[in-house]
């Protein structure tokens, strides 16, 4: 029981999930630096000290661009569960907090084949009208610090016991809420609040 008398929801804390950002994309950008590098280095020095340098510099520039996005995503969408604790990029969120009933809606929601199928079926003004309501609906807050669901991931929305709607990024939807269902206990399992 809490100080106000209700019944604290139980979790389990030995669940344990994580979800980093593949590194292929960007060991192949370093893999390529390094390579340039190397082969302007024997191109230029030891005579032309300065011209190799810009050149890394210049290189370098370009190789954080290249970076960007893979970092972003590392920074921003990275998923850890653990001790009860939701850590999804800079946000720490108590398992606890998390409703059954929307985990169970989230479970029940169909997969995105299914709605990008639906959507291919409608008429241009279907489309319309139904992009129109739902824009009239607030859309949840993005957990993690970033702003926008980068492609390759899905979302999966969740509330809070405070009635905040959230949206997570990931990139094995099952993964995670399955994770997640296991952390809130049984009570999830049931739907019961």
Not at 14 to 32: K, M
Not at 82 to 97: F, K
Not at 104 to 123: G, N, Q, V
Request: net charge positive.
């Amino acid at each position: 029981m809490d100080q106000r008398g209700q019944a604290t929801p139980s979790v389990d804390r030995t669940v344990t999930y994580q979800e980093d950002p593949p590194r292929t994309w960007t060991r192949i950008c370093l893999a390529a630096y390094a390579l340039w590098a190397a082969y302007q280095a024997f191109q230029l020095l030891p005579d032309q000290l300065t011209a190799w340098l810009v050149v890394c510099a210049m290189s370098l520039l370009l190789l954080l661009c290249l970076l960007a996005v893979p970092l972003s995503k590392r920074l921003y969408h990275r998923i850890r569960l653990a001790d009860g604790e939701l850590r999804v990029g800079r946000e720490r969120l108590p398992v606890a907090s998390l409703t059954p009933v929307s985990l169970a809606a989230a479970a029940a929601e169909p997969d995105r084949a299914a709605l990008r199928d639906y959507r291919a079926s409608l008429t241009p003004a279907q489309l319309k009208e139904a992009r129109r309501r739902t824009n009239a609906l607030t859309r949840p807050r993005l957990v993690g610090g970033a702003w926008a669901v980068p492609v390759g991931m899905e979302e999966l929305v969740v509330e809070t016991a405070e009635g905040t709607s959230l949206a997570i990024a990931t990139r094995d939807r099952a993964g995670l809420l399955g994770a997640l269902t296991r952390a809130r206990g049984s009570e999830a399992v049931g739907g019961r609040s």
